[in-house]
C-alpha cells in the first residue's frame, strides 16, 4: 500500500507511520517530494492489511491509503490462471464444454420432478436444478420441501444419470445437502452469510455462489475467497443480475461483471439469465449475449407447465422454448470455439 501523508504532516508523523508499518510487518520505502511525503508499505500479509489501512486512514496527517494488492489471493488470476472444475465423470466446468444447468426453481413433488427430468435429460441437459429449501421473499410463500425434496432430488438423478444443484441456506443444512447434491448453491440473499460460506468450504463438493443482489464485484470474489480460504477451490461463480432503478425486468444483469469476473479470476463463471431478467421472453437473448461474453455454463428455469409453477414460473422457459434456447445458443458457443452441452 502507499501512505500519503497531508501538507502539514511533520517528521515525527512520519517517524510515528514507519514504526506502526515496521510493527505490523511491512518495510518501507519513503518518497520525500516538494509537497507531499509518500511512504510505500511493503509487504504481502493480506492477514492485517485492512486493520492497518483503516487505522492509519483514521490519522489527521494521513491524507489517503491506496491498496496495491487486491484484497483476494486465491481466487484472482495471479494464484491461477484457469480453473477446470470436475463435477464427476466427464462433467467439466471451466473447459471447453459450455455446460447448461436446468430445472425448475423449485421441488413440486415427487412426480412432476421426476416428469421434468426426463424430459430435460432428453434435451441433452447434464445438470439438473431445482430448490428444496427456497428463500422467499414472503412468509407466505412456498417454502420448499426440505430434506424430502432433497431425496426426490436424488432419486431423480439415480434415475436419469444428471448432476444435481440445489440450494443450501444456512450452515446448519450444510452436511445435509452435501450428502444429496453434486454441486452446493449458495443463493444470492446469502452471498454474505459468512458462516455459511466457510461450512461450504468444508463440505468437499463443488459450491455455485450466486452475486448478492447489491454486492460489488469485489464483495463478490472475497465471498469466494472465504470458501476457497477454508480449503475449497472448487468454486463457481453465478450473476444472476443485480438491483438498479430498472423495474421492467425483475434485475439487471450485469454482464460487465462477467467479463470483470473472467479478467480477475480463473474461477469458471455460470451466468443465470432466468432470475437476472425476471421475464421468460429475455431469457434466450440474454443467454446468447452471456455465452458470447465468456460464460462458462448457464443456469436456466424450466417448467414443463410454466403457468402451473409453484414459484418464478414467469421466468420459466417451457419445454418448446427451452429446446430453441439451446439451438440459439449452440452456434454463439461454437463461434468462440466452444460446445454448449
Ligand atoms: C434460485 O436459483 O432459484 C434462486 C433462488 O436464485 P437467487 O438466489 O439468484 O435468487
Ligand atoms: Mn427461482
Not at 493480506?46 to 491509503?65: D, T
Not at 443463493?187 to 450466486?210: D, I, S, Y
Request: hydrophobic residues 40%; proline residues 4%.
Amino acid at each position: 500500500m502507499i501512505i500519503i501523508l497531508s501538507s502539514k504532516a511533520t517528521g515525527k508523523n512520519k517517524d510515528e507511520i514507519v514504526k506502526r508499518l515496521d510493527k505490523s510487518g511491512y518495510s518501507v520505502d519513503i518518497s520525500e517530494g516538494k509537497e507531499r511525503t509518500l511512504i510505500g508499505a511493503i509487504g504481502t500479509n493480506l492477514k492485517n492489511r485492512e486493520e492497518v489501512m483503516a487505522q492509519l486512514m483514521s490519522l489527521p496527517y494521513v491524507e489517503k491509503v491506496v491498496p496495491i494488492l487486491k484484497p483476494y489471493k486465491r481466487v484472482s488470476k495471479e494464484f491461477r490462471e484457469k480453473s477446470e472444475i470436475v463435477v464427476g465423470g466427464d462433467l467439466v466446468i471451466g473447459g471447453r464444454d459450455v455446460v447448461i444447468m436446468a430445472g425448475p426453481c423449485a421441488v413440486e413433488g415427487r412426480e412432476p420432478l421426476i416428469a421434468v427430468a426426463r424430459l430435460l435429460k432428453r434435451a441433452g441437459v447434464r445438470v439438473f436444478r431445482a430448490g428444496a429449501y427456497k428463500p422467499r421473499t414472503s412468509p407466505y410463500s412456498f417454502q420448499g420441501y426440505g430434506e424430502e425434496g432433497l431425496k426426490m432430488l436424488a432419486e431423480a438423478r439415480d434415475l436419469t444419470g444428471m448432476k444435481i444443484i440445489t440450494e443450501v441456506m444456512q450452515a446448519r443444512d450444510v452436511r445435509r445437502v452435501a450428502k444429496y447434491a453434486d454441486v452446493l448453491q449458495i443463493g444470492t440473499r446469502n452471498m454474505q452469510n459468512f458462516n455459511l460460506l466457510k461450512e461450504c468450504g468444508k463440505a468437499g463438493k463443488p459450491v455455485m455462489l450466486k452475486r448478492g443482489l447489491a454486492s460489488t464485484i469485489e464483495e463478490w470474489l472475497l465471498a469466494a475467497e472465504y470458501i476457497m480460504s477454508e480449503g475449497n477451490p472448487n468454486v463457481l461463480l453465478c450473476e444472476r443480475g443485480i438491483r438498479t432503478f430498472e423495474t421492467y425486468t425483475r434485475n439487471t444483469l450485469d454482464l460487465n461483471a462477467v467479463a470483470a469476473a473472467k479478467d480477475l479470476s480463473h474461477l469458471p463463471v455460470i451466468v443465470d439469465p432466468s432470475h437476472g431478467t425476471g421475464r421468460w421472453e429475455l431469457v434466450t437473448p440474454m443467454a446468447k449475449a452471456a455465452v458470447a461474453v465468456g460464460a462458462d455454463g448457464l443456469m436456466i428455469e424450466v417448467h414443463q407447465n410454466p403457468e402451473m409453477a409453484f414459484s418464478d414460473g414467469q421466468q420459466s422457459l417451457n419445454m418448446k422454448h427451452f429446446r430453441n434456447l439451446k439451438s440459439e445458443v449452440k452456434p454463439v458457443a461454437a463461434a468462440l470455439g466452444r460446445n454448449l452441452r
